[in-house]
């Protein structure tokens, strides 16, 4: 990947990083993941918080084009956006890519290669 196709990947990449990089928000992605668009009362049961406080972190993770909103009858509905998990992990791939590459370099230094 070239250098400034890169810097654009990591750039578009780092809200979605930034809104995981809460544990409530994390759960909730982690709950949402589970394959079924999901209430807030289905994600507030048994979370320890309320509705409002879902609410709050529900809106930051759709700022960050991770979960969508749909109405169903008289109800939202919250699912996640596999494309955006898509992009966060090819993101983390190219990171991961590039760190074995640089880690390669320095052991053909090393062992003189």
């Not at 109800?75 to 760190?99: F, G, K, N, P, T």
Request: hydrophobic fraction near 45%; include cysteine; aromatic fraction near 4%.
């Amino acid at each position: 990947m070239a250098a400034s196709r890169r810097s654009v990947a990591v750039a578009a990449a780092a809200p979605l990083f930034a809104a995981l990089g809460d544990p409530t928000r994390l759960r909730l992605v982690q709950r949402l993941s589970e394959g079924e668009a999901v209430s807030i009362a289905g994600l507030t049961g048994g979370s320890g918080m309320t509705r409002q406080a879902v609410t709050r972190h529900l809106r930051v993770l759709s700022e960050a084009g991770l979960v969508n909103s749909l109405r169903v009858g008289r109800e939202h509905v919250w699912e996640l956006d596999r494309y955006r998990i898509e992009a966060a992990r090819a993101c983390l791939d190219d990171l991961s890519a590039q760190w074995d590459r640089s880690l390669a370099r320095l052991k053909g230094l090393v062992e003189g290669e």
